[in-house]
């Protein structure tokens, strides 16, 4: 299981799909699927990130969405790949199933990155790493309310704690 957070080829194995870099999602997501599931946010370089304050997130209802950098190094993992897991199309809490596509969902999160105020407030530390448009994106398609992507997003969360010292990937603020 460890692998699954730390090896590019398990996640292929696990179907994940796509593996865009962000500056090339910010031209194009036009590739992405209009389907319910779940996204992750990789980081792939060999050396620790260089974090910028402020950073490139929108200002969502006028909220600020930078943090401290020492903020930002207390909840960087080392050696963990996935930084971010999302999901599209799961749940509400009312029980009711979001019309959210991964297509919608990751569009509507580099717009965020290009200091747009959209509605993506989740995940917003990875805008402040300095090298932002080289992280990856990566996807699993859920379609047909096979299996709810909220509920996969927060079995992989506690999959993460339970591997990284019940700390959640570096841009979950929320299990």
Known sequence: MLDQFQSLNSLKKDGFL???????????CSNIP????IYLVLYTEKHYPKFIDPGKGGFYKGKNPNVLTSK????WIDDAKVIYIGQAGGKTKKGKWS??????????????GK????AHWG???????????NLTICWKSLP???????RVEKEMIRDFKGIYN???????LQN
């Open 18 to 28: 796509g593996f865009k870099k962000i500056g090339d999602l910010f031209k194009n």
């Open 34 to 37: 209009q389907e319910r599931g």
């Open 72 to 75: 930002l190094e207390s909840n």
């Open 99 to 112: 019309n959210q596509t991964l297509y919608g969902r990751i569009a509507m999160y580099m717009k965020f």
């Open 115 to 118: 200091r747009c105020p959209v």
């Open 123 to 133: 995940g917003r530390y990875i805008w402040q790493i300095k090298n932002y448009k």
């Open 144 to 150: 047909n309310k096979i299996k709810d992507p909220r």
């Open 166 to 172: 019940d700390k959640r990937p570096f841009a979950n």
